[in-house]
């Protein structure tokens, strides 16, 4: 008896190491047991192969099959099971077939966890046709499907992007006397929103209330986030308003989310009132939830109002970002103030801040906008970093200034440096070379441009 249970204090050491991402102090527990005549069991094993596979890689843990046979234990399904799932994290779908084969091998019969686990990691490589396969094993073995693995197939169809066909699924389970959770429907929904079809995920959602299941926050929430997306603010604010009178809690990004249909709508007096409320919860309050406003702010027009929340940023004693500059040079750009975005880009210059490539682009393609190529081509001739929009951006507006010759060459210097250009950009240079005489530099430009292609 005192054994058993000094095995079992042992099993709840190591594994509590385990969680706690100390591995080598898992080690030493499991020495100073057998030094103390408490000798581990499979059970001790299985913990250590989880917490290698979690936190050590996969060939740690699966040295502990070595171990363990030497020390006369036999792995069990468990300890399998939690291999293979650490490789279907790691996406090696080779490496869990093969641990598959060796359990079978080893004469241990997999169990609806092993199918399970399995026709996840089937999924997660994009083998909806496979993972099939592995579900119909799982019925025609006379193995019992758990929830679990009706929910794993929906959930996989789902984002295999086959949501039609998770549906189909979901009523011949029912046929059949499956009863489906608020979890699947949960899953089914987030998987019609994906596709932007939210009529259909709004029929599910009655459909599980006429089943007397009632929707928690995660079922509106994704409800919500999709109305958003999809530009139907209204339907999204009675979502979020139901949601909040049934008490439910809410992050910060769906806090932020609200309060962006609040000002899509011109509603800034609501808008201001939640973001009190918000910053007053404490709820999600961090730089990205600035950021978030600071953009709103300025994409309508509000600079005065975004750079209140600057001021704010900094009492906080958050710190601005790169991002959070790019955001106010862009807004002066949209506003027309050129010459205000680039006293702010000295400012952060001047204030230790790194190049910041997203607040040139921005005033690139404003001097662009507004006639000033020359600052454009002066300003990318500056930069020490350029990326895919930079170079887009600026041939772009070269062609609708009519300058192909040149835009050709800026092309040319980006695809030789690897950076990938819009293919419409591409058509734009070479269509304007060809309609302007130049078509032996089309010709020679379209050759450059599938070589790159083909060395990149």
């Not at 046709?129 to 929910?151: G, H, R």
């Not at 309060?259 to 309050?285: H, P, Q, T, Y």
């Not at 591409?426 to 070589?451: H, M, N, P, W, Y």
Request: charged content about 20%.
């Amino acid at each position: 008896m005192v054994c058993r249970y000094s095995t079992k204090l042992l099993n709840i050491c190591v594994a509590s190491y385990c969680k706690c991402q100390q591995m080598q102090k898992a080690e030493i527990v499991i020495i100073d047991g057998i030094r103390l005549g408490i000798l581990p069991d499979v059970v001790t094993y299985n913990a250590l192969v989880h917490g290698y596979c979690r936190f050590g890689g996969m060939d740690a843990a699966y040295s502990v099959l070595f171990r363990m046979r030497e020390a006369g234990i036999n792995p069990n399904v468990i300890t399998y099971n939690t291999l293979i799932a650490g490789a279907t994290r790691n996406r090696s779908l080779e490496q869990s077939l093969n641990l598959f084969e060796e359990m079978l091998q080893s004469g241990i019969t997999p169990d609806v966890w092993s199918y399970n686990i399995l026709m996840h990691c089937f999924f997660k490589l994009g083998k909806p046709d496979e993972a099939n396969k592995v579900f119909q094993n799982v019925i025609l073995k006379d193995l019992y499907p758990l929830s679990t693995t009706f929910n794993t197939m929906i959930n996989g169809l789902c984002k295999n992007g086959h949501t039609s066909n998770a549906i189909i699924l979901l009523k011949n389970l029912q046929r059949h006397g499956f009863v489906p959770q608020l979890v699947t429907y949960n899953i089914l929904i987030d998987g019609l929103c994906k596709v932007g079809r939210l009529r259909a995920a709004l029929r599910l959602l009655n459909e599980a209330k006429d089943l007397g299941l009632e929707p928690n926050a995660v079922t509106y929430t994704t409800l919500m986030k999709s109305c958003f997306r999809r530009r139907q603010y209204e339907h999204g604010l009675e979502i979020f308003f139901e949601m909040k009178n049934k008490g439910f809690a809410f992050d910060g990004f769906a806090y932020c989310t609200a309060v962006g249909a609040f000002l899509k709508l011109g509603w800034f007096e609501e808008a201001n009132v939640w973001m009190a409320r918000v910053i007053k919860s404490g709820v999600g309050i961090d730089l990205v939830f600035y950021n978030t406003f600071v953009n709103l702010y300025c994409k309508e027009g509000k600079l005065e109002a975004a750079y209140k929340l600057l001021d704010e940023i900094e009492l906080r004693g958050l710190g601005c970002d790169d991002y959070t500059h790019a955001i106010i040079i862009d807004g002066l750009c949209r506003a027309g103030n050129i010459k205000g975005a680039r006293q702010h880009l000295n400012y952060i210059y001047t204030s230790g801040f790194a190049s910041n490539l997203v607040a040139l682009n921005c005033l690139i393609d404003r001097y662009c906008k507004v006639g000033q190529i020359g600052h454009a081509m002066k300003l990318f001739k500056s930069m020490e970093t350029k990326d895919s929009f930079t170079y887009t951006s600026l041939a772009h507006n070269l062609c609708k200034e009519g300058r192909f010759r040149c835009a050709s060459k800026l092309l040319l210097s980006c695809l030789r440096g690897g950076i990938k250009v819009l293919k419409s950009t591409q058509r734009a240079v070479i269509d304007g070379l060809c309609d302007s005489g130049f078509t032996s530099e089309a010709r020679k430009l379209r050759t450059k441009i599938r070589l790159a292609q083909l060395f990149h």
